[in-house]
């Protein structure tokens, strides 16, 4: 065997990718009742070997809701279409991310199933209350119209939790992908429809 295998299982940053990666699976098979031994026989590593990356299996949990967090953000990077000026074009990006996940089995379809799992976990849910906090705020300062984007997020939110349980069909999905960008492209007037009655009134 040569050193660099070695060093390889050694690296650091490395073995915590394979602890966070075994543990949404694990959570994924188990829910988060799972053990701790079971995510680390899971990595390959002793318990020993994951608690000096975490702390404690909380500490895990809220690692891997960070990690999805942040790995479904550069998805959504990546297709926002850097030639779309227009008010929206995040939410865009978010649509087709959370979309194409569904669709084609990708990584972002995985990330709020786990996230679903740990959310009966209190650190848990407050890192995802957190990070829900952060897409409004991204999504809005986009120049979406509030009430738009939360109609939106909701869509794309119940799509995934029907395509997890098997009530929402490929070819729906497709339809209601379509459907949300469209509304997006549209929102001044449907935010002037959705906008509250007390806000209507206000204006006149």
Same mark, same amino acid.
């Given at each position: 065997? %040569? @050193? ?14 394979? #602890?966070? @990666? !075994?543990?949404?699976?694990?959570? *994924?098979?188990?829910?988060?009742? /799972? +053990?701790?031994? %079971? ?5 390959? /590593?002793?318990? *020993?070997? =994951? #608690? ?10 809220? !690692? ?37 996940? #569904? ?16 959310? /009966? ?10 990070? %829900? ?5 991204? =999504? ?12 939106? =997020?909701?869509?794309?939110?119940? !799509?995934?939790?029907? !395509? *997890? ?17 469209? #509304? %997006?492209?549209? *929102?001044? /007037? ?7 009655? +007390? ?6």
């Amino acid at each position: 065997m %040569t @050193d660099e295998p070695r060093r390889a299982r050694r690296d650091p940053g490395r073995t915590r990718r394979l #602890l966070l @990666d !075994a543990a949404a699976r694990a959570v *994924s098979s188990h829910g988060a009742g /799972v +053990s701790v031994e %079971t995510i680390a026989r899971a990595a390959g /590593v002793s318990k *020993s070997g =994951l #608690l000096h990356h975490f702390a404690s299996k909380d500490d895990l949990f809220v !690692a891997l809701a960070d990690d999805a967090y942040e790995r479904f953000r550069l998805e959504v990077e990546a297709r926002t279409d850097p030639a779309d000026l227009a008010p929206g074009r995040v939410m865009r990006g978010y649509v087709r991310a959370s979309f194409a996940g #569904l669709r084609d089995g990708a990584s972002s379809a995985g990330y709020w199933a786990v996230e679903a799992q740990l959310s /009966v976990v209190p650190a848990v849910a407050s890192a995802i209350r957190s990070s %829900t906090e952060r897409w409004e705020s991204r =999504l809005t300062a986009d120049g979406l119209d509030r009430e738009v984007m939360r109609l939106v =997020l909701l869509a794309t939110t119940g !799509a995934e939790v029907g !395509a *997890s349980v098997g009530a929402v069909g490929q070819a729906e999905l497709g339809a209601l992908e379509e459907q949300l960008l469209r #509304l %997006t492209a549209s *929102s001044a /007037v449907l935010g002037a429809i959705l906008a509250p009655q +007390s806000e209507v009134a206000s204006d006149r």
